[in-house]
Each structure stands twice: as C-alpha cells, then as structure tokens.
C-alpha cells in the first residue's frame, strides 16, 4: 500500500465503501451495515482522542517559540480578516442561489410534523462555551474552543514565567512529539475509516430521502462546489498568488476525510499536518487550524443558513427584505464564533433563523438529510480552514514556497519535516 499515493488510497476506500453501502442497504445484510459503521465509529472516535492532547502541547509549545516572532499578532489579525472576508463572499454566494432557485417554492411538506430542534444557538453561546466550567471538562468533551483558550492561556503564562517554566513546556514538547508519532500511525487507517464512514452513509441513508428536496440538497451542493472551484482558487491567485492545483494537491487527503467523517474537529489533525507540509509555519499552523476547526464554517455557517433561511421562509410563506439579507451575511461572519462552542450546522440555522424571527420549526423539515448535506458543508469548512493559514503566510512572506510547489508529490504519512521557520529574516514587505 505504501507503493500507492495516500489520496489514491482514500478515493480507493471511499468508492469501495459506497459499492459495500449500496450492497448492504439493497440486500438488507444488517451485518455489514453494523461493520461498516464500526469501522468508521472507531476511526473518528480514535481521532478525536488524539485531538485534546494535540491541541493543547502544540499550541502551549507554539506561544512559547512565538517569544522571537515580531509579528505574531498580525499574524492572529490577518487570520480573522481574512475568515470574514471568505464567509462574507460565501454567504453572498449562498444568498444568490437562493434567491436563483427558489428552494423552497413548490415544495410539499408536513408543517404540521415539523418539531424544533432539541439544540438551538445563541449569541451568548461564544462567551459561555470558550470558559470550561473545569480543566478537566475541556478535554472529556473534546471541546476544542475551550482547550485553545486554556493552552493560550497557560502558554503567556509559561512564556511570561520564563525559566522557571521551561521543565514544563519540554514536558509538553516530549507528548507533543509521542501524540504525533501515534497518530502517524493513525492517519495510514483513514483509507479504511474512509471506507466505514461512506459505507455507513450509504447504507444508513440512501439517496431516496433527497427526493421531497432535490432542490434545496442540489443547491446547497452547487453553493460549496462554487466555493471550492471558483472562490477559493481566485483568493489563492489574487490574494496570495498561489496556484490553487498545488494547495488542492497538499490538502486532498484533508477534503476528502472531511466529506466522509463530517467532522471538523475529528479532521483536523490531518489538516494541519497537510498545511504544514504546504509549507505554513508549524507554530503559526497550531494556532490557526484549531481556531479555524471551531470557528471558520463557510459550509455551515455561512452557504448552508442563507440558503436554509431563504428555504424556510419561502415554505412557510415569509417574504424577507433587503435588510434580513444583511442580517443572514451578518450571523454567517460573526454567530460562527457565538456558537463554536456547539459545533453544528443545525445551531448555526437555528441561529439565523431566531435572528430572523422564522419559525425554528423549520429547521425540522431539513433533519432528515442533514447527514448528506453535512458531507459537502464538512468539506468546505475544512477546505477553508486549510486555506486561511495558507494565504495568511504567503501574504506575510513566511510560506515556504519550495515546500507549497512540491505539495502533493510526498506522501502525507512520511516522517514530520523539520520544523518550518517562524518568519524570515528580513522578509519583503507584502501589501495590506
């Protein structure tokens, strides 16, 4: 297997897992649909064991070695300049399908079955959600927001402690260095997680459920493929003048576990690993995917609200103006991080639509195929979280342009390169 491409053997899993899905589903065989779910059960729940540790050691260490990089905060500035001005252009795109196809109109629903959901979000749910209750209650909840407040914490801490802390950060340094030893070792099974992930899909939920809402699933679908292929690329040219085959290439194998897991969070450590070894700093790279991984959701928080909004309001008859248009662009820029404490597609719409004054009951009629949906989102979320980083560092001159040239020409399951300078000496200036 080694002889063959690390992406190669995910798209092997993943069309061997739909052809089994598909044959578990049309042959009723219960016994490899409940297999096929085990696989990838274990695989993202092994995943997201990895990722507390991970994230906590890398970004206590990286706060520790940022002590000699002169622009650290404009680093952290330009990563947030830089997730709005994606959301903002990829809520506009979801708003124009909207508008473009109508989703909602002519379709014929049971208004009367439709429930609100269990979960809703609100604008309060970033303020309580970043704080842990305990320390301990971080990390058994695998609640990524709140173990990147603590390790930044913790980390000025030991920076500002000097010294006296360094027994501590070679602590963190030594199990920084064993968990990404482990999950090397990990990631070589994502081809087999890929293959229980898709599988299970398949034979879970079929492609029958798309039917009452073709419409609506082939929109969301178009808005996240406009996203991918056309926005994307346009702001690695223009913004980064980077070619978009070369960061496609590094960052595959990150997209394609993303559509299979639907999990952000449980994606993440292969996105950073992918970023990295395009060539985005390893310090700066530790802090920007985690924060991404919780906050940057241009699949759910920003394409999918505005086209569910437009969706809901048109089957339950709401005419919305110009200014809840505003307000859907709004929520998508700013609520993604008001709910990063309740990851979700399902709270971010809930969200918009109490922002709205729609019905939350609408957001029922969608549950049924949201895992389908989530795929597409999933994909798109973690596309924008590998390319944030990425346009950041080479507006900032410190990507390393060698290594994002020769992305996709090593295997993502090759031994960590050494680790990649913080900044340059003396780099050119790049325009704001």
Same mark, same amino acid.
């Given at each position: 297997?080694?002889?063959?491409?690390?992406?190669?053997?995910?798209?092997?899993?993943?069309?061997?897992?739909?052809?089994?899905?598909?044959? /578990?589903?049309?042959?009723?065989?219960?016994?490899?649909?409940?297999?096929?779910?085990?696989?990838?059960?274990?695989?993202?729940?092994?995943?997201?064991?990895?990722?507390?540790?991970?994230?906590?050691? %890398?970004?206590?260490?990286?706060?520790?070695?940022?002590?000699?990089?002169?622009?650290?905060?404009?680093?952290?500035?330009?990563?947030?300049?830089?997730?709005?001005?994606?959301?903002?252009?990829?809520?506009?795109?979801?708003?124009?399908?909207?508008?473009?196809?109508?989703?909602?109109?002519?379709?014929?629903?049971?208004?009367?079955?439709?429930?609100?959901?269990?979960?809703?979000?609100?604008?309060?749910?970033?303020?309580?959600?970043?704080?842990?209750?305990?320390?301990?209650?971080?990390?058994?909840?695998?609640?990524?927001?709140?173990?990147?407040?603590?390790?930044?914490?913790?980390?000025?801490?030991?920076?500002?402690?000097? /010294?006296?802390?360094?027994?501590?950060?070679?602590?963190?340094?030594?199990?920084?260095?064993?968990?990404?030893?482990?999950?090397?070792?990990?990631?070589?099974?994502?081809?087999?997680?890929?293959?229980?992930?898709?599988?299970?899909?398949?034979?879970?939920?079929?492609?029958?459920?798309? %039917?009452?809402?073709?419409?609506?699933?082939?929109?969301?679908?178009?808005?996240?493929?406009?996203?991918?292929?056309?926005?994307?690329?346009?702001?690695?040219?223009?913004?980064?003048?980077?070619?978009?085959?070369?960061?496609?290439?590094?960052?595959?194998? #990150?997209?394609?576990?993303?559509?299979?897991?639907?999990?952000?969070?449980?994606?993440?450590?292969?996105?950073?690993?992918?970023?990295?070894?395009?060539?985005?700093?390893?310090?700066?790279?530790?802090?920007?995917?985690?924060?991404?991984?919780?906050?940057?959701?241009?699949?759910?928080?920003?394409?999918?609200?505005?086209?569910?909004?437009?969706?809901?309001?048109?089957?339950?008859?709401?005419?919305?103006?110009?200014?809840?248009?505003?307000?859907?662009?709004?929520?998508?820029?700013?609520?993604?991080?008001?709910?990063?404490?309740?990851?979700? %597609?399902?709270?971010?719409?809930?969200?918009?639509?109490?922002?709205?004054?729609?019905?939350?009951?609408?957001?029922?009629?969608?549950?049924?195929?949201?895992?389908?949906?989530?795929?597409?989102?999933?994909?798109?979320?973690?596309?924008?979280?590998?390319?944030?980083?990425?346009?950041?560092? %080479?507006?900032?001159?410190?990507?390393?342009?060698?290594?994002?040239?020769?992305?996709?020409?090593?295997?993502?399951?090759?031994?960590?390169?050494?680790?990649?300078?913080?900044?340059?000496?003396?780099?050119?200036?790049?325009? #704001?």
């Amino acid at each position: 297997m080694r002889k063959i491409p690390f992406s190669v053997q995910i798209l092997l899993g993943l069309v061997l897992g739909v052809a089994l899905g598909y044959l /578990a589903r049309a042959g009723d065989v219960s016994w490899l649909g409940t297999t096929l779910n085990t696989i990838g059960s274990l695989f993202v729940q092994l995943l997201r064991v990895a990722v507390p540790p991970l994230v906590f050691t %890398a970004i206590v260490v990286s706060v520790v070695s940022l002590r000699g990089v002169a622009n650290a905060a404009r680093l952290a500035l330009k990563t947030l300049l830089w997730f709005g001005i994606t959301a903002l252009i990829s809520v506009g795109v979801g708003i124009g399908l909207g508008l473009l196809t109508n989703p909602g109109r002519g379709v014929t629903l049971d208004l009367g079955a439709a429930t609100e959901p269990q979960r809703t979000g609100s604008w309060t749910d970033f303020l309580t959600g970043i704080v842990p209750k305990n320390v301990f209650g971080a990390f058994t909840e695998n609640n990524v927001l709140q173990i990147v407040f603590l390790a930044v914490v913790v980390g000025i801490a030991a920076l500002l402690v000097g /010294a006296a802390a360094e027994p501590f950060v070679e602590l963190n340094r030594s199990i920084l260095a064993i968990v990404q030893k482990a999950l090397w070792w990990l990631i070589r099974l994502a081809p087999l997680g890929t293959l229980g992930l898709i599988g299970h899909a398949v034979e879970a939920y079929g492609w029958d459920l798309l %039917a009452p809402l073709a419409k609506f699933t082939t929109a969301v679908y178009v808005g996240c493929a406009i996203v991918l292929l056309v926005v994307y690329p346009l702001v690695l040219v223009l913004g980064g003048r980077l070619n978009p085959l070369r960061f496609y290439a590094g960052t595959w194998p #990150a997209i394609e576990l993303a559509f299979v897991s639907r999990s952000s969070v449980g994606t993440m450590p292969v996105t950073q690993r992918a970023v990295e070894r395009i060539g985005v700093p390893r310090e700066y790279a530790s802090f920007a995917v985690p924060f991404g991984a919780t906050t940057k959701m241009d699949g759910c928080a920003a394409i999918y609200p505005a086209l569910a909004a437009i969706f809901v309001a048109q089957v339950f008859g709401v005419s919305l103006s110009p200014l809840d248009y505003l307000l859907i662009a709004f929520v998508s820029v700013v609520g993604s991080a008001a709910t990063a404490g309740l990851t979700g %597609a399902l709270v971010m719409l809930t969200l918009t639509l109490s922002t709205l004054g729609l019905p939350l009951a609408g957001a029922g009629l969608l549950l049924a195929i949201d895992p389908i949906l989530d795929m597409i989102r999933t994909a798109t979320n973690v596309a924008g979280q590998a390319l944030v980083p990425t346009v950041v560092a %080479a507006r900032e001159g410190v990507l390393d342009r060698a290594a994002y040239d020769a992305a996709g020409r090593h295997d993502l399951t090759e031994e960590a390169p050494a680790e990649t300078p913080a900044r340059r000496e003396d780099p050119a200036p790049v325009p #704001a």
